[in-house]
């Protein structure tokens, strides 16, 4: 797809799809794992019909998202090295959070606060889904008691943190006006990447 004089392109369409993808499994993976997380959340398991059914779905809709994530990870890892650079946005993230975006330093394609979800959601990835291996019993009966009842708890605990990522994720998206435009129409406007990622916006413009 073309972009226009006044467009700025910021992901392809198979970043953009992968990433929904990985935004569905969540909800189906994360719903079906809720359902046996506390008694009162088991009705959700009618979402996937039944209990029964949700906990065959679930492990598989976990490696599902695993496998999604692992093709965006290739895709941005790269991007989202940490540098000096995000260092000194850190130190002035309470002026980003008073809405003082003229005092932030500049950043490039991603700002520090981007990188951290990226890497909190990849951590959490992998310890959920090498955890969730150690009670997944049909795979691997053998495995011992103690080592299941550590494989719960961590799971429990990335999940928890997988979770609140997510809503700030979401909820910095909504946040900053016209981010959400980046993933369902791959570009960004000039003033927009002018405005929020001032390093990035002047690479793009030299190529």
């Keep these: 797809m073309k972009t226009s004089p006044n467009e700025l392109r910021r992901y392809d369409d198979n970043t953009r799809m992968n990433h929904w993808a990985i ?27 039944g209990g029964t059914w949700s906990r065959i779905l679930h492990p598989y809709l976990g ?32 002026e980003m959070f008073k809405g ?41 009966p053998d495995l011992p008691i103690l080592a299941r009842r550590i494989g719960v708890l961590l799971h429990a605990f990335s999940a928890v943190v997988l979770v609140l990522t997510v809503i700030v994720h979401v909820y910095a998206a909504i946040w900053v006006k016209g981010t959400t435009r980046a993933m369902t129409r791959g570009t960004v406007t000039p003033g927009w990447a002018r405005m929020n990622h001032p390093l990035w916006y002047e690479e793009m413009k030299r190529k």
């Excluded at 909800?27 to 046996?36: K, T």
């Design 100 to 140: 003082n975006k003229e005092g932030m330093p500049p950043v490039g394609k991603y700002n520090a606060g981007q990188k951290l979800v990226f890497w909190l959601m990849s951590i959490s990835l992998l310890v959920l889904l090498a955890t969730g291996a150690l009670f997944w019993h049909a795979w691997f």
């Design 23 to 49: 935004a569905l499994l969540f909800f189906a993976a994360g719903l079906s794992g809720l359902a046996f997380f506390h008694p009162s959340l088991f009705f959700l398991s009618n979402l996937f019909g």
């Design 63 to 94: 490696v599902a998202m695993f496998l999604c994530f692992l093709g965006l990870y290739v895709r941005l890892w790269r991007e989202n090295v940490m540098n000096a650079q995000d260092k000194a946005w850190l130190d002035k993230a309470g």
